[in-house]
C-alpha cells in the first residue's frame, strides 16, 4: 500500500496548481431544522433531480417543522436559485433525514424518509410529485431513526434496506445504555419481508454498505455514538450473509468506540479501496484500509490534516462536533477534498460553542489544509445534514448545509480558474437501474480515481447525481464501469472540455 500510495503522490505533484477555492452565499428560502431532544441529531439534506431538467433539487428535514421541497430554478451556469414548492405528500414533521434512490426502477427518484416517528417510503413521479408507496409489503412501527442505507443483493428486484434507530425512547431505564435496534429490510419477490433486527444496536447516526474489500458484496458499516451507547458499543460492520453476522478480531476488525455521527469513503490512495472518514464529537478519523480482503483499518496520521478536532476560528478551544462529511474536488484539480458541517449538539459543556465548518483541501504531496474560512464556508450556526455538488451545472461543487435553528445556507463556488472536470451516471435494465454497487475508473493525467456508486453514508442524508470528477489541466479521459454483477465495459476515450455529463448506459450484450 505504501509503493502505491508513494506512486499516487508523485502523480498528484504533477498536476498543475490551481487557485484557491473561493465560495459565496446565496438567498434561498428560509428553513429551519427546529425541535426538542428527538431532534438534536438528524437534519439532513437529500439532493436529487425529480423534474428532469438535470438540475438537483433539496429535500430538507424540518425537525418539528415540515420537511421543504426547493425546486431548482438556476440557470445552468448562472447563479443558484431555488423556490420552494412542497408537495402534499412531503409536507410532512417529525422529519430527521432522507435518502433518494430509485426503489422500483422505474426512472423516477423516490425517498426513504427518515422520522422520530414512522418511517416512509415516498414513490416520486413526473414533475416533482410523490405519494406513500403501495404494494411493497413496507411496514414501519415508531422508532427514532437516525441513519439509513441501501444497497441491491443479487437476485432481487428491491433493494435492501437498512434503518438505524437511535435511542429506544419506550425503555424505562433509558436514555442512556438504551439504544435501540437497527432493522434490516430484506425483498421477498416484489414486497419486503418482515425486518431483521441486528442486534445489538449501539445508538447508529450514519451507516453505508460498501463494498469495502473490492470481493463483490456490499457490507454494512455503522458509525455509533457513544454519549448513549456509554461503554458497551463500538463501531460496527456487518458481513451480508444469508443470516448477517459482525466481523470479529480474528478477521481484522479492530475496535473503536467514538462519538460517531457521520460517514464517508472514498478512494484517496489510487489503489482502489475506498478509505473511510468518520465524524464524531471530538476528533475525526480517516481511516486507511490496510490491505485487501480484511475489514482492517488504521487511522491516518495527525500530520495529514484530517483530525479537525478544535475549531479553526473564534476562539472556542474546546473539542469540535462534526457532522456530515462528503468528499469532492472543489478546485478540479484532481485531488478530493473533505467538507464537514460542525456545530454543537445543542449546550454541550465540554465541546465547542464557535465551531466553524471544515473544508479539508487536499494538497499536492497528499495531506490537507484548512481553508474554510479563506474559502467562505465558516459559519457559526449548529450545521448538521448537508451536501457538495453541482448544484447550477457549472462543472462546480457547491455546498449546501442544514442548520438546527438556524436557516438552510448554500454556497455557490465562484473558484477562479478552476480545472477540467467530467460528471458521470450510471444506467442500465431494471432492476437497480442507477447500477447501485458499480464502480467507475476514470484516468487522466497519469492517475486513476475509483468511485463506488452507494446509498448512505453522511448524516441523516445523501444524494442521487451524477458523480463528478475534477481533472485538472486533462482535456481527455478514459472511462470505465465495473458493473455491480462483475461485468467490465471497455476504456473509452471521452473528452472533459465545457464540463460534459455522460451517461454511461450498459449494453445489453453485458447484462
Known amino acids: 500500500m505504501l509503493r502505491e500510495t508513494s506512486a499516487l503522490l508523485m502523480a498528484l505533484a504533477t498536476l498543475p496548481a490551481s487557485a484557491d477555492p473561493l465560495f459565496q452565499a446565496v438567498d ?42 426547493l425546486i431548482n430554478r438556476s440557470d445552468p451556469g448562472g447563479t443558484i436559485r431555488f423556490v420552494s414548492e412542497t408537495p402534499q405528500y412531503l409536507l410532512l414533521k417529525s422529519v430527521t433525514g432522507s435518502y433518494p434512490l430509485d426503489i422500483d426502477s422505474d426512472g423516477f427518484t423516490d425517498l426513504a424518509v427518515l422520522r422520530a416517528g414512522e418511517n416512509l417510503l415516498m414513490q416520486g413521479g413526473p414533475n416533482c410529485t410523490f405519494s406513500p ?73 450514519s451507516m453505508l454498505f460498501s463494498d469495502w474489500g473490492r470481493n463483490g458484496r456490499a457490507d454494512l458499516r455503522i458509525s455509533n455514538d457513544r454519549h448513549y451507547y456509554v461503554d458497551d458499543g463500538q463501531e460496527q460492520m456487518w458481513a451480508m450473509e444469508d443470516t448477517p453476522r459482525l466481523y470479529d478480531a480474528d478477521e481484522g476488525w479492530k475496535e473503536y468506540k467514538l462519538w460517531g455521527m457521520g460517514i464517508a469513503s472514498r478512494d484517496l490512495t489510487g489503489d482502489g479501496l475506498p478509505e473511510v472518514f468518520l465524524t464524531s464529537m471530538g476528533d475525526q478519523r480517516l481511516q486507511l484500509p490496510v490491505g485487501k480482503g480484511r475489514p482492517e483499518y488504521t487511522d491516518a496520521p495527525y500530520a495529514l490534516g484530517t483530525t479537525a478536532h478544535r475549531p479553526y476560528l473564534g476562539g472556542d478551544g474546546r473539542p469540535s462536533t462534526g457532522w456530515h462529511v462528503a468528499f469532492g474536488d472543489v478546485q478540479n484539480n484532481g485531488r478530493d477534498d473533505v467538507f464537514i458541517s460542525k456545530g454543537n449538539v445543542e449546550q454541550m459543556p465540554d465541546s465547542a460553542m464557535e465551531d466553524p465548518n471544515n473544508l479539508l483541501v487536499q494538497q499536492s504531496d497528499g495531506s490537507f489544509v484548512e481553508m474554510g474560512a479563506e474559502a467562505g464556508l465558516a459559519s457559526m450556526h449548529r450545521g448538521r445534514g448537508a451536501a457538495m455538488v453541482d448544484l447550477n451545472r457549472d462543472g462546480l461543487l457547491d455546498v449546501a448545509v442544514v442548520n438546527r435553528r438556524a436557516p438552510l445556507e448554500v454556497w455557490q463556488n465562484i473558484t477562479r480558474d478552476p480545472g477540467n472536470a467530467i460528471a458521470i451516471s450510471l444506467r442500465q435494465s431494471a432492476p437497480n437501474v442507477d447500477a447501485v454497487g458499480a464502480w467507475v475508473e476514470v484516468r487522466a493525467n497519469g492517475v486513476t480515481q475509483t468511485r463506488e456508486i452507494t446509498i448512505g453514508g453522511g448524516h441523516a442524508g ?27 465495459s471497455p476504456w473509452t476515450d471521452r473528452s472533459t472540455t465545457s464540463y460534459p455529463t455522460y451517461t454511461v448506459t450498459r449494453p445489453l450484450s453485458q447484462e
Do not use: M
Open 462 to 488: 445523501g444524494s442521487n447525481v451524477a458523480e463528478h470528477f475534477g481533472l485538472g489541466s486533462a482535456t481527455k479521459a478514459q472511462l470505465r464501469v465495473i458493473w455491480p454483477d462483475g461485468a467490465v
Open 28 to 69: 434561498v428560502p428560509e428553513h429551519i431544522y427546529s425541535g426538542g431532544w428527538e431532534h438534536y441529531v438528524g437534519g439532513g439534506l437529500a439532493v436529487f433531480d425529480c423534474n428532469g431538467d438535470d438540475l438537483p433539487e433539496l429535500f430538507a428535514a424540518g425537525g418539528s417543522a415540515p420537511a421543504t421541497l
Open 133 to 205: 408507496f403501495q404494494s411493497i409489503g413496507f411496514i414501519s412501527a415508531d422508532r427514532w431513526t437516525t441513519a439509513f442505507s441501501a444497497t441491491w443483493e443479487p437476485g432481487q428486484s428491491l433493494p435492501t434496506l437498512a434503518f438505524g434507530n437511535y435511542v429506544d425512547r419506550s425503555d424505562p431505564d433509558g436514555p442512556f445504555r438504551a439504544c435501540d435496534d437497527t432493522l434490516l429490510y430484506r425483498p421477498e419477490g416484489a414486497t419486503y419481508a418482515a425486518p431483521r433486527a441486528l442486534k445489538p444496536g449501539h445508538c447508529p447516526l
